[in-house]
């Protein structure tokens, strides 16, 4: 059920949208941050012919397919990756309102979603995370903090506590700290963006949760890098952007830390405080 959206469907599409919404702006994000362009007074315009869009070229998805994946323009090719990002948007947006209904709670992780997509995507594009979207994570991080961390919620039979600062405050450190030791002891081991990034993650998501994210990451990348040497397409000591495996294992843990957390203890026949 979705917690607090029953019977409400208006709500729902309502909420749905401000998803696809939120994530049209992450694009926006994604194009102009590295090139250190104004994200909130400049016009969205074509990146080919350079012409200023309005309203009816910015809907999120519609537009892409009534436009049929073209610039109204100069009818140049709109990248696929522009409604996709869109789509998982409005994907989260459910994904949340499910977990945690439409509620502030649910907004704060949706934000927390948005942001994780636009360091992912910006990573993967210039090898670098940007100081303002770890900042905006950390922000968030503390304001969550200040009101006390989201509440407790029911996930597949397992009880969350609520997170508590000291939790919180020792998920900024968990990883991040030994991150930072490793690159003094092998300088490339790890991106500074990287390690800021898990500071802010650990903080949001407290250290139990910062753990799973990180090991569910080391793993994905693992395999990645795996896959690039076997294919000749990197080798042993070239690099690849690991921001986007650090998001995806954060996104993963929030959902499911506690329960992935919980099989490895019942797996292992182990506990923790």
Same mark, same amino acid.
């Given at each position: 059920?979705?917690?607090?959206?029953?019977?409400?469907g208006?709500?729902?599409?309502?909420?749905?949208?401000?998803?696809?919404?939120?994530?049209?702006?992450?694009? &926006?994000?994604?194009?102009?941050?590295?090139?250190?362009?104004?994200?909130?007074?400049?016009?969205?315009? %074509?990146?080919? +012919?350079?012409?200023?869009?309005?309203?009816?070229?910015?809907?999120?998805v519609?537009?892409?397919?009534?436009?049929k994946?073209? %610039?109204?323009? +100069?009818?140049?090719? /709109?990248?696929?990756?522009?409604?996709?990002?869109?789509?998982?948007?409005?994907?989260?947006?459910?994904? %949340?309102?499910?977990?945690?209904?439409?509620?502030?709670?649910?907004? &704060?992780?949706? &934000?927390?979603?948005?942001?994780?997509?636009?360091?992912?995507?910006?990573?993967?594009?210039?090898?670098? /995370?940007?100081?303002?979207?770890?900042?905006?994570?950390?922000l968030?991080?503390?304001?969550?903090?200040?009101?006390?961390?989201?509440?407790?919620?029911?996930?597949?039979?397992?009880?969350?506590?609520?997170?508590?600062?000291?939790?919180?405050?020792l998920?900024?450190?968990?990883v991040?700290?030994?991150?930072?030791?490793l $690159?003094?002891?092998?300088?490339?081991?790890?991106?500074?963006?990287?390690?800021?990034?898990?500071?802010?993650?650990?903080?949001?998501?407290?250290?139990?949760? +910062?753990?799973?994210?990180?090991?569910?990451?080391?793993?994905?990348?693992? /395999?990645?890098?795996?896959?690039? !040497?076997?294919?000749?397409?990197?080798?042993?000591k070239?690099?690849?952007a690991f921001?986007?495996?650090? %998001?995806?294992?954060a996104?993963?843990a929030?959902?499911?830390?506690?329960? !992935?957390l919980?099989?490895?203890?019942?797996?292992?026949? +182990?506990? $923790?405080?």
């Amino acid at each position: 059920m979705l917690g607090n959206t029953e019977g409400s469907g208006a709500l729902l599409i309502l909420w749905t949208a401000a998803g696809l919404s939120l994530f049209s702006f992450v694009n &926006v994000l994604v194009w102009r941050l590295p090139r250190d362009m104004n994200f909130f007074t400049d016009r969205s315009r %074509c990146l080919f +012919c350079g012409q200023t869009l309005n309203w009816r070229d910015l809907i999120p998805v519609f537009s892409w397919l009534l436009l049929k994946g073209r %610039c109204r323009y +100069c009818g140049e090719k /709109i990248p696929l990756r522009y409604p996709l990002t869109e789509l998982w948007g409005g994907f989260c947006s459910l994904l %949340c309102a499910k977990f945690w209904g439409i509620s502030w709670n649910a907004g &704060v992780m949706l &934000v927390f979603l948005a942001l994780l997509t636009a360091v992912s995507q910006i990573d993967q594009d210039t090898m670098e /995370i940007p100081d303002g979207l770890n900042g905006a994570i950390f922000l968030l991080a503390v304001l969550a903090l200040a009101q006390d961390g989201l509440l407790a919620a029911r996930l597949d039979g397992w009880e969350l506590t609520k997170w508590i600062a000291k939790e919180r405050l020792l998920g900024m450190v968990s990883v991040s700290l030994p991150m930072f030791l490793l $690159i003094l002891m092998i300088p490339g081991a790890f991106g500074g963006g990287d390690v800021k990034l898990m500071a802010g993650i650990g903080l949001f998501l407290g250290w139990r949760r +910062c753990l799973v994210s990180f090991m569910a990451a080391v793993l994905a990348g693992g /395999i990645y890098g795996g896959f690039l !040497i076997l294919t000749g397409r990197k080798g042993r000591k070239d690099h690849f952007a690991f921001g986007p495996f650090l %998001c995806a294992g954060a996104g993963l843990a929030a959902f499911f830390g506690n329960q !992935i957390l919980q099989w490895y203890l019942s797996v292992f026949s +182990c506990s $923790i405080p």
